[in-house]
């Protein structure tokens, strides 16, 4: 009689292996993310991580956010910050830019910031479906949409004082991560991991 297999954990080469001979998921949402004077390195470092690690399309740093090349960063990243494209702006350039982003009908700009008036995580699938059928419908008649031809800009603020007023107006929808315990916040990276991993994957 065979033995079945136990479980155990995998080595990084098993891994490696294991993705290689796998079949990736084609993921619907092309997302990119939008890092606004965040300061702490570390956590840049661990964006870098996480930009990789879901495959992100590109990282803009934006105003006081550190860049590489850094040590401290490199380290937290893992060296991910040589494999995951990104382009530095001072705050006055990447507004422009996000205001021409918003222009285009194919761009959703979503701040992960508490406001007056954000939405729960878990409901910004909902959000975006009637924000592309109202754009489609006014645009073709039609009522459908294909999520893989629009783009997803997720930005995030500073570590202390979140975005400011400004770029709040400039995104179509914010959204919070509901907090269960004492705290109000989490740590921007783990916001981050949460709602990309949700926009990417959610459909729902």
Known sequence: MSQLSEDHQLTHLEVK??????????VEVQLELWLINVSDVENVGGL???????????IHLVGETPT???KKLTRVARHTEVHVPWT???QSVAIQIIETL???????LCGLEITSESLDLSKIHLAIHAHYEN???SMTGQDSIELSTHRIHLFLGNEKHGL???LVQLCHQCVDIPMLGHNSSMNVTQ??????????????
């Open 17 to 26: 292996d294991a993705k290689n001979h796998s079949h990736q998921p084609q």
């Open 48 to 58: 870098f991580r996480l930009c990789d690690a879901l495959n992100i399309r590109h």
């Open 68 to 70: 590489p090349p850094d």
């Open 88 to 90: 530095y702006y001072e």
């Open 102 to 108: 918003k222009e285009n009908p194919d761009n959703y």
């Open 135 to 137: 754009l489609t419908g």
């Open 164 to 166: 400011n007023h400004e």
């Open 191 to 204: 916001a981050a991991g949460i709602a990309a991993w949700t926009l990417l994957h959610n459909k729902d």
